[in-house]
């Protein structure tokens, strides 16, 4: 039987150290990716097309909807964002674990489609933070900051609705933490015995 990986949805407030945590975790644990999404914002300084996102117009956007082509798709602030279904599968069946990056419409939408899927939020330490991490960023200007700081109060309202909670107040120890859920979904006992039923049955002849 071959082996089949796990979908992991994994949202954030901006600011809260999602992308970094991430990063690291793909980096130290095999047979993981993170999960390109579309997108109709504008490229930031140091972005590359599609290696950070791939950057698309409205009109082709609207395409890939009508053709049911993405898992996901929410509006985030101004611009829409989806996910490739097709990639997604594609890896899964290769028995690669999958990230979704997304914010909490996304995953909902997810869960809906594939009810095993994983979900993971992460949470600042604090408000004041939060906003003083959107400002070290030095991308927005404080009209811009000011608005993600009032999304974000509406973002994480939405925690209660993910099956793993993660406090990012000190990286190591988050990143700990989110790479732990990771291998302990990997050591249940139903996707060890889907993962090795040919050792199983012989031990058990």
Do not use: C
């Amino acid at each position: 039987m071959r082996k089949q990986g796990t979908l992991y949805t994994v949202s954030a407030p901006s600011g809260a150290g999602k992308t970094s945590l991430v990063k690291a975790l793909v980096e130290s644990t095999t047979d993981v990716k993170v999960s390109v999404s579309h997108t109709t914002r504008a490229k930031r300084p140091g972005e590359t097309d599609n290696i950070d996102y791939h950057f698309i117009d409205n009109a082709r956007f609207e395409e890939m909807i009508n053709k049911g082509a993405f898992l996901e798709h929410a509006q985030v602030f101004t611009n829409s964002y989806g996910t490739s279904r097709e990639w997604v599968q594609n890896i899964l069946a290769q028995g690669v674990d999958v990230i979704l990056e997304i914010d909490w419409q996304g995953a909902n939408q997810v869960r809906q489609q594939m009810s095993d899927a994983i979900s993971i939020f992460i949470l600042p330490p604090s408000k004041e933070s939060l906003r003083e991490r959107l400002t070290n960023r030095g991308q927005d200007d404080e009209a811009v900051i000011s608005a993600r700081m009032a999304e974000a109060k509406s973002e994480m309202s939405h925690y209660g609705e993910a099956d793993y909670l993660v406090i990012n107040d000190h990286f190591d120890l988050a990143f700990t933490q989110l790479r732990a859920i990771i291998i302990a979904e990997r050591l249940k006992q139903a996707k060890q015995q889907k993962n090795h039923h040919s050792l199983l049955a012989n031990l058990l002849s």
